[in-house]
């Protein structure tokens, strides 16, 4: 299929497939239930044209007439009649073939958008959009219509529905402990902190294959980092979700799509997003204001705005981001590349809020890029601007150089980016400006989306697997998240909680991620989640590193990290 330039709109494609899901469902029970109704062969027509081209899948004229639901001829007296009108483009197969696929021509498409915009506003009015609040920051598909206060946590039945020798492998950090801390305080009758084992990042991700491994599970939930799912999945690792999401008290519309995706693996769901934290950038908005300078939405005015903060000599350096050799810089390398709109595959750059990875059997690397090579002259540029031991930074000591007054720019997790307001010995609390990451040369913001995925392993009994989603569905429930958001942990994957105005109140994170979601500007892609993920960024660890700080030659190091891949992967 050709491509067709895209109408300009407020809407997302993800919106805009909900929209058309809505009207299809709404229109459904009119013409089955209100005698004397017939179905409107234009608007079935123009729906399933519409969701076809959404959706990136080859529609024919039969095809198109079959999910209209009208007889044949009528369709086929419609749909020449739309080619003519100049509302449907035949596109040729090829390969010799004299049949055409459809798609909408620019003018449908154009028109439909704006009748779904008409949609979504009138709708949001309707439910109770904030007055003074525009349509376009009201996002279609959440499962929240008026913004409502939350009512705090509850616990009433959890000891009914869920067992309590739920036994769970977690990463060790702040949010996973206060999860524990008030499972814990929940299930005092019933549960142990010993029934939490958290574990670094690393170290997780190693007792997580035992996990796995073990014929009888001695976890019940294992938590794993996003870019893990497709390997864990790959392996048969991963309970599937889908059924028992169907009986659980959590309602996917609530996440936004780019989030609740992180845990879908080749059409199935095998993780539930407890949280997610964005990469971005913070800034000293008191410094920025007294020597009046903008804030930076490029690499080059990152880096000058890092030079006019920087004074070594007074120990205080211009920016910290995560140099240390490994995992840090390998992760630094991917997001610094998705902000030039690039990952470290060759993956086509479309339909960015849902990604699949089943038709990559053998992996086409993009990492030997002329885009890279700009990557890697960034970061030693960033490395002149930084504190001297930036070549041995992690998220740990980036965050309190900031935290403690020593830099002027971070980049940094939101989750972790929460301490500067909410401890007592920031330097810093009240005079952060949190702004998203800066952009190679003002393209389109790509904000990386981290986080983790609550999974049950597959040897789990599946009658224990229920018992065990119903314990999920009150972890991730709105009323625990909110819990979390107000606790100092502002950022939550569902709308219902952004919505909320004591949640909204807690944290100017919270509002600003909420933005950057509505705008179709998180990227799952910047760490593809595929089966080979972790080798990859062990080898990017080493030679990114190099090549910034150890002298290599930026090419040369490009060149090996791609060999050293293919040559484990697929030269054994």
Aim: proline content about 7%; hydrophobic content about 40%.
């Amino acid at each position: 299929m050709t491509t067709s330039s895209a109408p300009v709109s407020e809407l997302t494609s993800h919106e805009l497939s909900r929209i058309v899901d809505f009207l299809r469902k709404l229109r459904a029970p009119f013409d089955v239930g209100v005698p004397g109704a017939t179905k409107d062969v234009f608007w079935n027509i123009v729906l399933e044209l519409v969701d076809a081209h959404l959706h990136r899948r080859p529609i024919d004229k039969s095809g198109l007439v079959t999910l209209a639901g009208v007889p044949y001829s009528t369709g086929n007296r419609m749909i020449t009649k739309m080619i003519a009108d100049d509302q449907i483009r035949q596109v040729p197969r090829g390969g010799g073939l004299k049949t055409h696929f459809l798609e909408p021509t620019d003018a449908l498409l154009h028109s439909f958008m704006d009748y779904a915009t008409h949609v979504k506003g009138h709708l949001a009015k309707t439910f109770g959009l904030r007055k003074g609040t525009e349509a376009n920051e009201y996002y279609f598909g959440g499962s929240y219509f008026a913004a409502q206060i939350i009512s705090p946590v509850r616990g009433d039945d959890i000891a009914v529905k869920v067992p309590g020798d739920i036994r769970f492998l977690l990463n060790d950090d702040n949010y996973f402990s206060a999860m524990r801390n008030m499972w814990s305080d929940f299930r005092n009758d019933l549960s142990r902190k010993s029934s939490f084992q958290l574990h670094r990042l690393p170290d997780l991700y190693t007792n997580a294959h035992k996990a796995f491994a073990a014929p009888i599970p001695d976890h019940d939930v294992v938590a794993l980092n996003m870019p893990w799912l497709g390997e864990f999945a790959e392996k048969g690792c991963l309970a599937p979700l889908d059924e028992l999401l169907n009986d659980a008290a959590i309602n996917p519309l609530d996440f936004h799509p780019s989030v609740w995706g992180t845990g879908n693996w080749k059409g199935t769901q095998y993780g539930i997003p407890l949280y997610c934290t964005i990469e971005i950038l913070a800034a000293r908005r008191d410094l920025f204001e007294d020597r009046s300078l903008t804030y930076p939405r490029t690499f080059d005015e990152t880096i000058a705005a890092a030079r006019a903060l920087h004074r070594p000599a007074n120990e205080f350096y211009g920016i910290a981001w995560n140099g240390q050799r490994g995992m840090p810089i390998a992760n630094s390398f991917m997001f610094f590349l998705a902000a030039c709109q690039k990952t470290i595959i060759d993956i086509p750059m479309h339909n960015r809020e849902s990604w699949t990875f089943d038709r990559f059997e053998k992996l086409k690397l993009q990492i030997n890029t002329d885009d890279s090579l700009d990557v890697i002259e960034y970061m030693k540029q960033l490395a002149e601007v930084s504190p001297p031991d930036i070549a041995k930074v992690d998220w740990e000591r980036g965050l309190s150089y900031f935290m403690y007054g020593q830099v002027g720019l971070a980049y940094c997790w939101t989750m972790r980016a929460a301490r500067f307001e909410h401890e007592l010995s920031s330097q810093v609390a009240r005079r952060v400006a949190y702004l998203p990451p800066p952009s190679r040369r003002m393209h389109q913001v790509a904000a990386p989306v981290g986080g983790f995925l609550m999974t049950i392993p597959a040897r789990v009994p599946p009658a224990r697997q229920r018992q065990i989603m119903n314990a999920l569905a009150w972890m991730v429930s709105p009323e625990a998240m909110k819990a979390h958001v107000k606790n100092g942990f502002p950022v939550a994957p569902r709308f219902s909680v952004c919505a909320d105005p004591e949640a909204l109140a807690s944290s100017p994170i919270v509002s600003m991620v909420d933005q950057l979601a509505r705008r179709n500007q998180l990227v799952t892609w910047a760490r593809p989640p595929i089966k080979e993920f972790s080798y990859i960024e062990t080898v990017l660890g080493t030679e990114i590193h190099d090549a910034v700080f150890n002298g290599k030659q930026p090419r040369q190091a490009l060149r090996d990290a791609e060999n050293r891949i293919y040559g484990e992967l697929y030269h054994k």
